[in-house]
Structure formats: C-alpha cells, structure tokens
C-alpha cells in the first residue's frame, strides 16, 4: 500500500480583533497623550533614574496601561481559545506582566528624560519592546497550531505598540504637530515594523515530531 498524501493545511487567518484594538488604543493613547502633563525629575541617585512622578502621570501610565493590559488579555484568551488556567495562558500573561511593567518604566523614564537636553536619541534595543514579547508570546502556544500563535503574539501588540506610542510622545514635549509626526515616526520604526517581523515569526514556529524533523500532525 501506498502512504496516503498530506493535505497541505490551510492557512490561519490573522485574528482581526487584537489588530483594530492595537490601532484603536493607539490613538487613545496618542490623543491623550498630547494633553499637557506634569512630568517627573531625571535623578541620577535613584536605581529607576525617576523621581518625583506626579500624580496625574501616574495616573494616565498605570490607567492606559491597565486599559490595554485587560484588553489584550480578554481578547488573546476569547482568540486562543485557552481555559483560563492554562499553562500557556499563564505563562502569556506573565510576559505581559513583566513586559508592562517594563513600558511603566519607559514611559515615565522618557517624562523624565524630556525635561533635559538629552541629545539625539540611540534606540539600540528598544525594539525589543515589542519583537521579544510577541516572538516569546507564539513560543507559547507552538503546540495550539499556527492561528493560536498568531492570536497569542498579535495580543502583546495591544500592549506593546500603545505604550511605546505613549513612550515616544512623553520624550518628545514640543509643539504639537512636531510631538505627533515624531512619536508616530518612532512608534512606526522602532515598535510596529519589529513588531510585524516578530509576528511573522511567531506564526511560522511549528511543532516537529522528534527524530524526524516532519511537521508534528497538530502544528498550524
């Protein structure tokens, strides 16, 4: 007998949903984030190099990030079709805790910053805002298929691209018109085109069948 042919599987879809959240919060957050806001002091002595956060700016961070934390969580959970005690479910909202988190710091630390004469910027590793988390993200569900990847590092984009945006418009504290063209031209390079090549690769991790390096039956 023959061994029957693989059908090629079909291709998974982009889930839609975390994809208009990620530009929806992204223009909350660049709408409000052009208000005036009181904005902390760079200190040198501190281990966070902040100090003196005003109220109001820890509001909008925390609040902002809240909105796009939950966000992101409800609709990765509802894409990925995880139980809520799932071990990749938990893991993927570690990451987000910990990368949240990590944007809190750099949104404040970027207030701070654009009190001074800080120079020209050198963004060396602050793509990895956005790649490592989604890059991480689909490692988590290699075994959910290609679509579940997908959904899981397209739902860290909710958090990620947002508050880089909010990063990229407290660091630049000028006219307007000039805050909104720069923040969206840094949120544009440095947070959505790392973002977009971490989802690619996201999307093309897949399970292998130990031994002989075959596309494991249930990859996406």
Known sequence: MYPSPQVPWP???????????TLALTLLVTGVGLLPWPRPALSHTSVWMVSD??????????????????????????????????????????LMLVTSGALV???????ALSTTSF????????????????????????????RARLAAALGTGVVTVPL?????????????????????TLTSVLAVAPFVG????????????PGNGLPHPHAG
């Open 11 to 21: 291709p998974a879809r982009l889930p839609r949903a975390p994809i208009v959240a």
């Open 53 to 94: 956060v005003p109220g109001p700016l820890w509001a909008l961070v925390l609040g902002l990030t809240a909105v796009c934390a939950g966000t992101a969580a409800a609709l990765t959970a509802r894409a990925v079709g995880a139980q809520h005690r799932e071990p990749a479910l938990l893991g993927w909202a570690a």
């Open 105 to 111: 710091w750099n949104a404040l630390y970027a207030a």
């Open 119 to 146: 120079g020209p910027i050198i963004p060396i590793f602050h793509s990895l805002f956005s790649f490592g988390p989604a890059v991480l993200a689909g490692g988590l569900f290699t075994r959910r298929g290609r």
């Open 164 to 184: 880089f945006q909010l990063f990229a418009i407290l660091l630049i504290p000028r006219d307007p018109v000039l805050t909104l063209l720069g923040s969206l």
């Open 198 to 209: 971490a989802v690619a690769i996201a999307g093309a991790m897949g399970d292998r069948e």
